[in-house]
């Protein structure tokens, strides 16, 4: 009597193991099969990725070709005593001590700091010459672009001609911070930012005290 129902009992427990296992494998060659086009769609936008980032550096080292198409060739740099002299007075603001640094490597620039202060607003100026090196210009090739534009809830950013040369200018009215900057001669940088301010206009006047054409012509 009992070996009569344990032959049926052990052929079914090893269909029902039979059939756990090729569920089993089914389930694995699934997983792997998720797990392959993951990797697939992974390596398909890391490729797109890298194509558009060749893309853009194209673009940019295209720009630099034709900055410096209209640039000169790269030269020393003047010393950073050379460029403070073109720090202006300001009415009503004080002018604290110019510093400045010369770097000969790996690209060699030198530029001059200088700080104004009114009550609680400061002036920042920095005077750079790059030497017509394109790459230390590359940083502010977007804000050149002519009809560059950006605005927000509470400022605005946005490429202009300053003093009659290329520039730019942002501003942000939640924070009182303000930037105006601009390239002379295709070679020199003059860097104006401000902090506390009612508007622009602080540094629409020193900009305006920066003598560019003598600047322009410095060697």
């Known amino acids: 009597m009992r070996a009569s129902w344990i032959l049926p009992a052990l052929v079914v427990a090893l269909l029902t ?3 756990g ?7 694995a060659e699934a ?15 890391t490729e797109e990725a890298t194509k558009q980032a060749q893309a853009g550096m194209a673009q940019v ?6 900055m410096a198409g209209n640039a000169g060739a790269a030269v020393d ?5 050379d460029l ?18 010369q770097i ?15 009550g609680d607003a400061s002036l920042d100026m920095k005077i750079m010459d790059s030497g017509f090196h394109q790459l230390l210009i590359a940083p502010y090739m977007m804000f050149l672009s002519t009809g560059y534009q950006k605005e927000t809830e509470s400022g605005y950013e946005k490429s202009t001609t300053v003093n009659g040369e290329p520039g730019w200018e942002k501003w942000d009215g939640d924070s009182r911070h303000g930037e105006l900057n601009a390239i002379v001669g295709k070679r020199y940088l003059v860097l104006l930012s401000g902090e506390q301010l009612a508007d622009m206009k602080p540094l629409q006047t ?8 003598r600047l322009a012509a410095l060697k």
Do not use: I, N
């Open 17 to 19: 193991a039979g059939c």
């Open 21 to 27: 296992t090729s569920e089993h494998e089914k389930q």
């Open 31 to 45: 997983a792997a099969a998720q797990a392959q086009a993951a990797t697939e769609q992974a390596q398909t936008a």
């Open 61 to 66: 080292a295209k720009g630099l070709e034709a």
């Open 77 to 81: 740099p003047v010393g950073f005593k």
């Open 84 to 101: 403070q002299v073109f720090f202006p007075e300001l009415d009503g603001w004080s002018r604290k001590k110019p510093t400045g640094e």
């Open 104 to 118: 000969t490597s790996p690209m060699p620039f030198a530029q001059a700091e200088v700080r104004y202060e009114q």
């Open 206 to 213: 020193a900009m305006a005290g920066v003598d560019f054409p």
